[in-house]
C-alpha cells in the first residue's frame, strides 16, 4: 500500500520515478500554455486546477500521491511568487530551489557513504538498502550519485540565467523546465544501468540462492536423508 511507504521509498520515487518526474512537468507546460494564450492569472488557476486534478487521479488510480502533491505545492509557491512579482517568471522560481534541495540531497548521501543511486539500486532489485552501499559498490555508486547532483545543478544555472534575463522568457523557461525533465532524466537513468553493469558486473546483482550441489563421485544431487526413526 501506498500510505505504509517508507520515507526512503517516497524519497527514492520523486528524485528518480517517471510518475514523479510527470506530476512535476504537468504544471509548467499547462502554465505556459494558458499565459500565451489567454493570461497569467488564467495560466496560474489553470496550472493549479490541473495539479491538483492528478493528485485526484493518482488516489482514485490507487497510486503513491506525494510526488502529485510535490506538484501541488511547486504550483502553489510559484503562483504565489507570480503574483508578488507580477511577472511570469517568477512562477519557476521554486525549481531553483527545488533542484537545490535534491542536489544537495544527493551530495549529502555521499559524504556519509550511503549514496542515494545504489539505495534506488536496491529498491529496483528488492534488496535491503544497505546492500546499496557495501564497500565493494560504493565508489561506482557514489560518482553515479553525483553525476545526478550535477544534473541538478545544470538545471539551477538554467532556470537562473533565464530568471535573471530582463526580457520575458516564459517560454525559454517552460523548454527548459520539459527538455531538462524527463529526456534527460530518461538519459540519465540509461547512463546509471550501462555504467553499474559495465563497472560492477555481478556484483549489481543479487546473489543467486545456492542451491544442492552435486555428489562428487556420480554428479548426481545427493539423495534426501531420511528422517531418524524414533527412539522405542
Known amino acids: 500500500m501506498a500510505d505504509s511507504a517508507s520515507q526512503e521509498e517516497r524519497l527514492h520515487r520523486a528524485l528518480f520515478s517517471a510518475q514523479g518526474i ?40 490507487g497510486q503513491e500521491t506525494t510526488t502529485a502533491w510535490y506538484g501541488v505545492g511547486g504550483v502553489a509557491i510559484g503562483a504565489a511568487l507570480a503574483k508578488a512579482t507580477g511577472s511570469s517568471d517568477g512562477f519557476f522560481l521554486p525549481k531553483i530551489a527545488i533542484n537545490a534541495v535534491y542536489g544537495s540531497v544527493l551530495v549529502a548521501s555521499v ?11 536496491a529498491f529496483f532489485h528488492r534488496q535491503p538498502i544497505e546492500w546499496g552501499y557495501r564497500p565493494e559498490v560504493r565508489r561506482v555508486f557514489s560518482a553515479l550519485t553525483l553525476m545526478w547532483a550535477g544534473a541538478h545543478v545544470v538545471r539551477i544555472l538554467a532556470y537562473a540565467v533565464l530568471i535573471a534575463d530582463d526580457k520575458d522568457r516564459t517560454g525559454s523557461l517552460a ?34 540462492p545456492a542451491g544442492p550441489q552435486p555428489d562428487d563421485e556420480t554428479g548426481r544431487e545427493p539423495d534426501p536423508v531420511p528422517p531418524p526413526l524414533p527412539v522405542p
Open 111 to 121: 559524504v556519509i557513504g550511503k549514496p542515494l543511486v545504489g539505495i534506488g539500486w
Open 22 to 61: 510527470v506530476d512535476s512537468l504537468v504544471g509548467p507546460i499547462v502554465f505556459l500554455v494558458l499565459y500565451r494564450t489567454i493570461g497569467l492569472d488564467a495560466a496560474l488557476i489553470g496550472a493549479g486546477a490541473v495539479a491538483l486534478g492528478f493528485v485526484a487521479m493518482r488516489t482514485v488510480r
Open 175 to 208: 523548454a527548459v523546465s520539459v527538455g531538462l525533465g524527463l529526456p534527460l532524466t530518461a538519459a540519465m537513468v540509461g547512463i546509471t544501468i550501462l555504467v553499474a553493469r559495465r563497472k560492477l558486473g555481478p556484483l549489481a546483482r543479487p546473489a543467486e
